[in-house]
T-cell receptor, first 113, second 114 residues
Framework: AQSVTQPDIHITVSEGASLELRCNYS??????LFWYVQSPGQGLQLLLK??????LVQGIKGFEAEFKRSQSSFNLRKPSVHWSDAAEYFC???????????FGKGTMLLVSP | GAGVSQSPSNKVTEKGKDVELRCDPI?????LYWYRQRLGQGLEFLIY????????KSGLPSDRFSAERTGESVSTLTIQRTQQEDSAVYLC????????????FGPGTRLLVL
């Protein structure tokens, strides 16, 4: 069975600074990988996904993520954080051919002025 | 069209009572998913529907939990004899078809069992 680890429960970043949120997965083959964002009181919104091909994936809102097979990682990055990016971010992994996703416990991003 | 909608948005109930949570998926989406999100936790998969059949019920935590879906439309998650540990946000998602097409999430139902 697959699993996802998001090592950072909370991260605080200054507005305008760069951001990297870590995600490590456990799966025997190449998984499907996702990053979702959840704003307070809202459902989850998909930021980006990786199925195959180019390991650097571009998403919405200026986010990108890089799949590194050797490190079993799929870290989310943004070059310059805006106050509106404050939210909880979830990494998820799926097994090709199956429909369910396994989510990490999330990383809460706080943006300081 | 509209996104995934869920009702009620909030539900407070007493221990031992039954509750029904409703999910209206995006029109035309054949796949529907239920997840549970406990405070400070990630999303926990409960059940998945393809059309009105549920090929994967592996995440339902006990026989107090059940779900049904009418055609490729509304789904209802029922929790019988609620317990305090059932308190959570219940999220519904739908996708165009089976597999890893993008899952679109509703805003969730916040359930509090007193």
């Amino acid at each position: 069975a697959q699993s996802v680890t998001q090592p950072d429960i909370h991260i605080t970043v200054s507005e305008g600074a760069s951001l990297e949120l870590r995600c490590n997965y456990s799966y025997g083959a190449t998984p499907y990988l996702f990053w979702y964002v959840q704003s307070p009181g809202q459902g989850l919104q998909l930021l980006l996904k990786y199925f195959s091909g180019d390991t650097l994936v571009q998403g919405i809102k200026g986010f990108e993520a890089e799949f590194k097979r050797s490190q079993s990682s799929f870290n989310l990055r943004k070059p310059s954080v805006h106050w509106s990016d404050a939210a909880e971010y979830f990494c998820a992994v799926g097994a090709p051919g199956y429909s369910t996703l396994t989510f990490g416990k999330g990383t809460m991003l706080l943006v300081s002025p | 069209g509209a996104g995934v909608s869920q009702s009620p948005s909030n539900k407070v109930t007493e221990k031992g009572k039954d509750v029904e949570l409703r999910c209206d998926p995006i029109s035309g989406h054949t796949a529907l998913y239920w997840y549970r999100q406990r405070l400070g936790q990630g999303l926990e998969f409960l059940i998945y529907f393809q059309g009105n059949s549920a090929p994967d019920k592996s995440g339902l935590p006990s026989d107090r939990f059940s779900a049904e879906r009418t055609g490729e439309s509304v789904s209802t998650l029922t929790i019988q004899r609620t317990q305090q540990e059932d308190s959570a946000v219940y999220l519904c998602a739908s996708s165009l078809k089976r597999g890893h097409e993008t899952q679109y999430f509703g805003p969730g139902t916040r359930l509090l069992v007193l």
